[in-house]
C-alpha cells in the first residue's frame, strides 16, 4: 500500500474479538507487528542469556517493586520531600481531569503555544495532547515513533516502540507530506535525519517541555528517564520549564535499585545491554537545565488496585513492553486490537483496572494462558495468574445480573459443572453425546459444522466424531475386575 | 493550592485504605534491608582484560577508541581531532591544561548559551565513571564535565576516561555514584539510536552523532 | 508400583486410545494399573475460564477420588499444571483449610505421564517401534508449568525407526487455549495457521504432543486442509511396535 492508511482508533468502543477480527485483516500491520516482535525478542534473548544472574535481577527487580508498593503512601511522600528540597514542585492528580488542569494550567501561565513533549503513555492515558489542543497550545512530539503516530492522526500500539505497525515507506509519505520533503528517500538513515533537522529548531527554541518518567527516585527525590534516541536529553536540558507526568506507581525506594533496573529495563526493552541514554535529575540545578521543574503524581486508578492483594502485582511493571513482544497473541492482532493505552498481556490486565472492571472487560479473555508474557517479565508479574483473577471478577460480576445468569455461556457452563461433580452424571452425559452428535457427523466421521458458539470452532477447523465407546466405558468392560468374568461369558479372555 | 492539596489528601488516604495498617520507617527500612540481591556485583577480570572489553563495547557502538599514556593525553587528543578534521572543540571548566594541544582552539563555556554550543565543532569532556559490560560512560555535573547541554548539543564528543574510572559492572558503578545522585547525570551508550523504523537501528538522531574515547592508562593513579 | 490413572474428562470422551496407550506401555514395564471410576475432570475449564467458584467442587471431587492412591499418572500437562499451580490458590480461596492441607499432600504424587517415565522410572526407552517420520509440538503447560525440558524428545528418540523432524518456532502457543478457542476463535485460528505451517514444513507424517487439547486442535486444521498429517498422543506412540499393542489410531 503506497498511503497511510491510519488506524484513528477511538478507546474502549469494541471488544477483543471484534477489534482483533477486524485487525487479522490488515496483513500490512501483521506483517510490520511479527517482524518488529520478531527482531526485538531474537535480540533480548541474546542479551539475557549473556548474564548468569539474570533470574536473580528478576527476582530482586520483583522485590523492589512489590516492596515499594507496599508502602506506596511512605515512599511517595518520602519522594515528594526531598523532591520539593530540591527545588521541585510536586502537584498530586487524582485523576486524568485533574492532571490535565493542571498541566494546561502551567503551560499557560508561561505564555507558551507550543511545548516540546517526550514520550509518555501516562499523557495518552490522560489525553494531554487533545486537551492543549483544544485550549490553542500545540504539543510537539519529539520521539521518532511518536512523531509518526501524531503525523498520521494514528494512536501507538506498542508502548515501547509506538509506530511498530508502521513501515518506512508509510513514514516516509508523511514525512514527505508534514515536513515538505518532497525527494525523501525512505532508507531509515534518510529519515532519522529528516527528524533530527525538523526537530532541532523547536529543541533550541521551545521553552517548556513535558516528560513522563521511568522511576521516581524515593531517597533521591529524582526522576529516572531511559531513551534512545536523544530527544529526551534535548527536552529536559535546553527548555526553562520542565513538567513531568508521572504515575504513583513508579517510585522506587532508592538511587541503587536503579542499579538492577537499569540491567532489566533495556534487556527487556529493546534487546540491548545499555539503551543510549539515561538520564537522573532532581528538582532544579543552578546553571543546568530546566530553572523551573514540576512533576504531576497520577493516580487515576491505581490506588485501588492495590487494595486487591492477587492483581495488585500488576502495578510493579516498568513499562519495558517485553510481555508484548512475546505473546503470541499480540503478534497476530498488533496493539490496536486491545483499544487502549495499554496493549498486550499487561494492557489485558492494567487496563480493565484502571477502568475498575466498567472498560475492557474482554481484556482478560484476550489470551490463551500460555505464560510466555510471565515468563519474560523482568518482575515477574504473574500475568496469567492475573488474567484468571480479573476473569473471576467478569464472570462473577455477570452473574449478579439477570441476563449474566441466564446467558448461553453460564448456563452451559453450570450445566458441565454439574456433571463434572459426579461420574455417574458424566458418563451419562458422555452416551448422550455419543449418540446426538450423529446428526452432526458427516460421512468421513467428522463434525464440520456446530451450532451457536461452537461454530467459532468449526469455521477453521473439524472435529473428529467422539469414539463409540469411551475410555471408562472400555476399562469397566475389558480391565475391570468384573471383567474377566464378563468376557468370559462373551467366550473372550483378558489374559 | 487547596485544589492539589484535596487531591494529595484524597490519594494518600485512597493508597492507606488500600494498604491497611501502616508500618514505621523503622519497620520499611528493615523490610527493605532483607531484599534478596544475589545478582552480581562486580565482575572476575583483571583491570587490563576489563579495558580490552570496554574498548570492544565502544567500537560496537561505533566509537572511536583511542588509548593513552598520561604523558601523551595532548599529542593523543591532537591526532584524534586531526583525523577529525576539527580546529578546535568547546569545553566545561575544569578540564586539565595539560590536556589542550597547542595548536588548536579549546574554548570554554560557562554558560548554557544552546545557539552557540550548537555552532561548536564539537565538545570534550572527561566523566564519572565508565561501565565496561554495557559500555557506558556516566556523565555529571561536575568539574571537568560540565552542565548536561554542553555534551549534549554538539554533534561530536570526545571523552576522555580513565582506566581506573572504568569497572565491570552496573552495580558496580551505583557504588561509585552513591554519594552524587542528586546531581544531573546522564549514562551515555553509544551515539544515539532509534530502532523506531523497523527496528533497524539507526545512529544519528539528537544527540551527538560522532564519540570519541580516549582511554588513559592511570595505572598509578 | 500401583499406578491410579487419571484420565481426564476429554481423553475420555475423546481420546480413549492414548489412555488405552498409557495402560499398554506401563503394564509392559511391569506395573498394575488401577482406574478408579468415579473420577471426573481437573477442573480447568471452569477455573481458567474465571467461574472459579465453580471449579472448587469439581477440584474437591478429585482430591476425594484419589486422597489415598499411590501414584496418580496423567496424560495431560494441562490438568498437571492445574493442579500445581491453581490447587492450593483455589482450596484457599474457598477458606477450606482441610482441602488445602489435602492438596498438598497429594500433588507430590501426581505424574504426567512421560515425566513418570523419566523423572519418576528412570525410563528413557520402553521399547516402542514406530517407523515414522514424527515431529514434536511443545505445549505451553508442558513447558512452562512443568518444566519438562526435552523429556519427551528423550523419549522419542530412543524409538526405534522413529525419523524426529524438529519444529521451528517451538514456544510459540499453538492458539488452542481452552475456551479461548472458542471466545476469540478468529486470533486462536490465526495462531493455529502459523503453528500448523511450522507443522507442515518439517515434512513429518505425524505431529505428537503430551496434550490432546493442543492436538485436537492441531488436527482440526490438518484434516480440514486436507493436509493427511495425522496427530497421535506421545503414549500412542510409546506403545507402538508390539503385536498386541493397541498402537496408533490413524
Not at chain 1, 360 to 373: D, T
Not at chain 1, 402 to 430: P, V, Y
Not at chain 3, 39 to 63: D, K, S
Request: charged share 20%; proline share 4%.
Amino acid at each position: 500500500m503506497s498511503e497511510l492508511e491510519v488506524h484513528a482508533t477511538e478507546w474502549h468502543t469494541r471488544d477483543f474479538p471484534t477489534a482483533a477480527k477486524d485487525l487479522l485483516q490488515d496483513s500490512q500491520t501483521r506483517k510490520n507487528v511479527q517482524h518488529a516482535t520478531n527482531v526485538i525478542q531474537g535480540k533480548r534473548n541474546t542479551v539475557v542469556a549473556e548474564l548468569p544472574d539474570w533470574e536473580d535481577l528478576r527476582e530482586a527487580g520483583s522485590q523492589v517493586r512489590a516492596h515499594a508498593l507496599r508502602h506506596l503512601d511512605y515512599y511517595l511522600t518520602q519522594f515528594e520531600e526531598n523532591c520539593t528540597r530540591a527545588g521541585g514542585h510536586v502537584h498530586w492528580a487524582s485523576d486524568a481531569a485533574e492532571a490535565n488542569r493542571i498541566i494546561l494550567g502551567l503551560v499557560q501561565k508561561h505564555q507558551a503555544t507550543e511545548v516540546i513533549k517526550i514520550k509518555t503513555m501516562t499523557s495518552e492515558e490522560v489525553g494531554l495532547n487533545a486537551h492543549l489542543e483544544a485550549n490553542g497550545i500545540r504539543p510537539i512530539e519529539t520521539d521518532l515513533a511518536e512523531l509518526i503516530i501524531q503525523m498520521g492522526k494514528d494512536r501507538p500500539s506498542h508502548f515501547v516502540a509506538p509506530a511498530l505497525h508502521v513501515n518506512r515507506q508509510q513514514v516516509r509519505a508523511m514525512f514527505q507530506r508534514e515536513m515538505n520533503l518532497p525527494d525523501l528517500g525512505d532508507e531509515p538513515e534518510d529519515l532519522a535525519t529528516a527528524a533530527r533537522n525538523y526537530l532541532r529548531e523547536k529543541f533550541l527554541r521551545i521553552k517548556v517541555a513535558i516528560s513522563g518518567g521511568n522511576f521516581l527516585i524515593a531517597d533521591s527525590g529524582g526522576i529516572c528517564i531511559t531513551e534512545s534516541e536523544g530527544n529526551g536529553r534535548m527536552c529536559l536540558t535546553l527548555p526553562d520549564v520542565l513538567i513531568s507526568i508521572v504515575g504513583i506507581e513508579k517510585v522506587i525506594p532508592s538511587y541503587r535499585d536503579l542499579e538492577i533496573f537499569l540491567q532489566t529495563l533495556p534487556r527487556s526493552a529493546t534487546g540491548e545491554r545499555m539503551n543510549p541514554y539515561n538520564s537522573t535529575w532532581c528538582g532544579v540545578h543552578p546553571g543546568d537545565g530546566p530553572q523551573e521543574f514540576h512533576v504531576v503524581l497520577l493516580d487515576n486508578g491505581r490506588s485501588p488496585i492495590l487494595a486487591d492483594k492477587e492483581a495488585s502485582q500488576t502495578l510493579k511493571c516498568i513499562r519495558c513492553a517485553a510481555c508484548l513482544n512475546a505473546c503470541p497473541v499480540y503478534h497476530q492482532t498488533g496493539g490496536h486490537a486491545y483499544e487502549s493505552v495499554y496493549a498486550g498481556p499487561i494492557g489485558a490486565i492494567l487496563t480493565p483496572q484502571l477502568q475498575s472492571m466498567k472498560e475492557g472487560r474482554s481484556l482478560p479473555y484476550a489470551s490463551s494462558l500460555c505464560g510466555a508474557c510471565y515468563e519474560v517479565c523482568p518482575v515477574k508479574i504473574n500475568i496469567p495468574e492475573v488474567l484468571i483473577h480479573l476473569r473471576g471478577k467478569v464472570v462473577r460480576e455477570d452473574q449478579a445480573t439477570l441476563g449474566g445468569k441466564l446467558s448461553l455461556w453460564n448456563i452451559g457452563m453450570q450445566a458441565a459443572a454439574f456433571l463434572f461433580k459426579d461420574s455417574g452424571r458424566l458418563a451419562m452425559a458422555e452416551h448422550m453425546g455419543q449418540i446426538g452428535q450423529k446428526v452432526l457427523v458427516s460421512k468421513n466421521g467428522f463434525i464440520e459444522w456446530m451450532p451457536l458458539m461452537l461454530s467459532g470452532w468449526t469455521q477453521t477447523r473439524d472435529l473428529k466424531a467422539m469414539p463409540a465407546q469411551s475410555f471408562r466405558d472400555w476399562w469397566a468392560k475389558e480391565k475391570s475386575p468384573n471383567a474377566s468374568a464378563n468376557l468370559r461369558a462373551e467366550g473372550r479372555s483378558n489374559d | 493550592m487547596t485544589e492539589t492539596s484535596h487531591h494529595r489528601a484524597t490519594i494518600l488516604a485512597s493508597i492507606r485504605l488500600s494498604l491497611g495498617t501502616p508500618q514505621t520507617a523503622d519497620q520499611i527500612a528493615a523490610e527493605y534491608a532483607t531484599i534478596k540481591r544475589t545478582y552480581r556485583r562486580y565482575g572476575t577480570m583483571n583491570h587490563d582484560e576489563l579495558v580490552d572489553f570496554f574498548e570492544d563495547r565502544l567500537r560496537e557502538y561505533d566509537a572511536g577508541v583511542y588509548r593513552a599514556e598520561l604523558n601523551a593525553i595532548a599529542s593523543t587528543i591532537s591526532a584524534i581531532l586531526t583525523k577529525r578534521g576539527k580546529h578546535g572543540l568547546v569545553m566545561p571548566s575544569g578540564i586539565p591544561k595539560s590536556w589542550l594541544p597547542q595548536a588548536f582552539d579549546f574554548e570554554q563555556i560557562d554558560d548554557e548559551d544552546a545557539y552557540r554550543i550548537d555552532r561548536s565543532e564539537g565538545v570534550m569532556t572527561g566523566c564519572t565513571v565508565a561501565i565496561a559490560e554495557t559500555g557506558s560512560i556516566v556523565l555529571q555535573n561536575a568539574p571537568g564535565q560540565g552542565p548536561r547541554i554542553l555534551s549534549l548539543v554538539p554533534d561530536y564528543h570526545l571523552c576522555v576516561v580513565r582506566a581506573g574510572q572504568i569497572v565491570s559492572q552496573v552495580p558496580e558503578a551505583f557504588d561509585r555514584l552513591a554519594g552524587s545522585s542528586s546531581l544531573p547525570t546522564t549514562f551515555v551508550s553509544g551515539p544515539s539510536a532509534t530502532a523506531d523504523i523497523e527496528m533497524t537501528r539507526i545512529k544519528g538522531v539528537h544527540g551527538p552523532r560522532f564519540l570519541d574515547v580516549l582511554i588513559v592508562n592511570d595505572a598509578t593513579a | 508400583m500401583r499406578i491410579s490413572l487419571f484420565i481426564t474428562c476429554y481423553n475420555d470422551a475423546l481420546f480413549p486410545e492414548t489412555g488405552k496407550a498409557v495402560v499398554s506401555v506401563l503394564e509392559r514395564l511391569g506395573h498394575e494399573i488401577e482406574f478408579r471410576p468415579e473420577q471426573t475432570c481437573c477442573g480447568q475449564m471452569h477455573w481458567n475460564t474465571g467461574y472459579l467458584r465453580e471449579a472448587v467442587p469439581i477440584i474437591r471431587h478429585f482430591v476425594r477420588v484419589y486422597q489415598d492412591a499411590e501414584t496418580v499418572v496423567i496424560p495431560s500437562s494441562s490438568c498437571v499444571a492445574m493442579m500445581r499451580d491453581h490447587y492450593v490458590k483455589a482450596a484457599e480461596m474457598d477458606g477450606d483449610a482441610k482441602l488445602v492441607a489435602e492438596v498438598e499432600a497429594l500433588l507430590p504424587r501426581i505424574y504426567e505421564f512421560s515425566e513418570f517415565l523419566v523423572r519418576g522410572l528412570g525410563i528413557e526407552d520402553v521399547g516402542a517401534s514406530y517407523p515414522h517420520k514424527v515431529t514434536y509440538h511443545a505445549s505451553c503447560h508442558s513447558m512452562r508449568s512443568l518444566h519438562l525440558g526435552d523429556i519427551p524428545i528423550r523419549l522419542l528418540k530412543n524409538v526405534r525407526g522413529l525419523d524426529l523432524q524438529p519444529i521451528q518456532n517451538i514456544q510459540e502457543c499453538c492458539g488452542f487455549g481452552g475456551t479461548f478457542s472458542i471466545k476469540n476463535a478468529d486470533v486462536s485460528s490465526a495462531m493455529l495457521a502459523d503453528k500448523v505451517r511450522n507443522v507442515l514444513n518439517t515434512g513429518a507424517e505425524v505431529c505428537t504432543a503430551v496434550d490432546n487439547s493442543c492436538l485436537m486442535h492441531l488436527y482440526g486444521s490438518l484434516h480440514r486442509q486436507r493436509t493427511f498429517v495425522r496427530t497421535a498422543h506421545l503414549a500412542e506412540i510409546l506403545a507402538s511396535g508390539h503385536a498386541d499393542s493397541p498402537g496408533v489410531v490413524a
